[in-house]
């Protein structure tokens, strides 16, 4: 049977689904089964206590350094040095994961992420002020992160039933996504009182947390015999021509690509805050306008139980990204600051559902030697397509004016994503 056209869920380690969707409230309201799982409620519960702490340093980092030189070239030039080992690292992660014990790759990554986290402590306490050692340090726990992910990730499909996969995923989505709204506000609370080695204290602890409840997961070695496997650059190629065979992969992954680079408008928002909605104050506007799409996607994870138990995953990918497409070019339409942010969250919601089936389909339809690696592709388009996006609006913000752009990013989104769909029916037709 072809994977890419139905679904597998025949890991024989995955635990059997014994509950039944709940009733009445419990039908619209976020679905909460894979919390009876013990070994998924340990590795939940730690994403709960990193979702904030690690948005604090994702604060004070580019704060420090933009204190350090008054340049926010400089804090470009960092950014630019946490992707690249992020990137390198998650391709290769990906095919480790697939090689070893899932449970120990994550004690020692995690492990890697909270000593640098104690070490940028130690460089903020002692006042070095080096632009250098940031970015070193930076780039070291961005190689560490690169190489957790996708063990984390493809760890899911072995803890939880094939048809609580939406639901696990809205989980985990919905507090990075409440991680990314408070995380900034409570650094931004916290700078002035305490400083920023607080904010980085605060994330190591609670990576330390992190350490532990991972500590407690079951074993997670590679299934199918105890054949050693390597981990190299052939395994890396091996994860792309899986992906190039299996059209659901495959499409799942540019399902992503269509709504990201063409349809990700942050990149205007400060030309957007500054011309189109100045009369609401800059400042304000500014806020308002990053805060949509996530305060959008926390809504959604909210309220996940109508759409976490649904079947027909490939659709409620197709149907995501549409009407992300749509939403956001109704944003991009609008004149008035309020009414473009009541369709930013409704994007939001939109990319919730998209993250809950694409991710559910990588799961589920990937067998387990490969999951690894189709979660370190995962974490490489998640974390790139953004940022190519921003390229690609701030050039076209420029030319044609920001509202433009953003409306013709979203319209192009969706004719791309309907397009894509009729040409290639193996999303339309997959199903749990």
């Not at 690894?372 to 390229?391: H, I, K, N, S």
Request: hydrophobic share 55%; proline share 5%.
């Amino acid at each position: 049977m072809d994977t890419s056209e139905s679904s597998t869920g025949t890991d024989p380690e995955a635990p059997t689904a014994r509950t039944a969707p709940g009733r009445g409230r419990r039908r619209w309201a976020m679905d909460t089964r894979p919390l009876r799982i013990p070994a998924y409620r340990r590795l939940w519960s730690s994403t709960v206590v990193t979702a904030v702490g690690s948005q604090l340093t994702a604060v004070a980092v580019p704060k420090q350094i933009y204190d350090i030189t008054h340049s926010s070239a400089w804090v470009g030039y960092a950014s630019l040095a946490g992707l690249l080992p992020m990137v390198a690292f998650a391709l290769w992660g990906g095919a480790v994961a697939d090689a070893v014990d899932r449970r120990k790759l994550l004690l020692v990554t995690n492990t890697g992420i909270a000593v640098t986290s104690l070490l940028f402590w130690a460089q903020a306490v002692t006042g070095l002020d080096s632009v250098v050692v940031l970015m070193v340090l930076l780039a070291l726990q961005q190689a560490f992160f690169g190489l957790n992910s996708p063990a984390r990730s493809a760890s899911i499909a072995r803890l939880v039933p094939v048809e609580q996969l939406p639901a696990a995923n809205a989980l985990g989505s919905t507090v990075m996504q409440t991680g990314l709204v408070a995380g900034p506000l409570l650094a931004g609370a916290l700078i002035p009182v305490t400083g920023l080695p607080t904010l980085y204290l605060v994330d190591a602890l609670a990576l330390c947390v992190t350490v532990r409840a991972v500590f407690r997961l079951p074993a997670l070695p590679p299934l199918g015999g105890s054949a050693a496997r390597r981990a190299g650059v052939r395994e890396i190629a091996a994860g792309f021509r899986y992906i190039a065979r299996h059209k659901v992969l495959l499409l799942s992954f540019l399902a992503d690509i269509v709504a990201m680079v063409l349809g990700m408008p942050r990149a205007l928002f400060p030309q957007l805050a500054a011309q189109t909605y100045g009369s609401y104050g800059e400042g304000l506007a500014l806020g308002v306008l990053f805060a949509g799409i996530p305060v959008g996607a926390v809504l959604g994870g909210l309220f996940s139980g109508v759409f976490s138990r649904a079947r027909r995953h490939g659709w409620m990918v197709i149907g995501a990204v549409v009407g992300w497409g749509a939403a956001v070019a109704g944003s991009g339409l609008s004149g008035n600051l309020w009414v473009a942010m009541a369709f930013l969250a409704v994007a939001g919601v939109a990319d919730m559902v998209s993250m809950v089936f694409r991710g559910a389909i990588l799961l589920s339809a990937a067998t387990d030697e490969m999951r690894g690696r189709m979660q370190g592709v995962f974490t490489v388009v998640v974390a790139g397509g953004p940022r190519l996006a921003d390229v690609l609006h701030g050039t076209a913000g420029s030319a044609f004016g920001p509202r433009a752009a953003v409306a013709g990013g979203g319209a192009l989104v969706v004719v791309v994503m309907l397009a894509l769909a009729a040409a290639v029916p193996a999303l339309r037709r997959y199903r749990i």
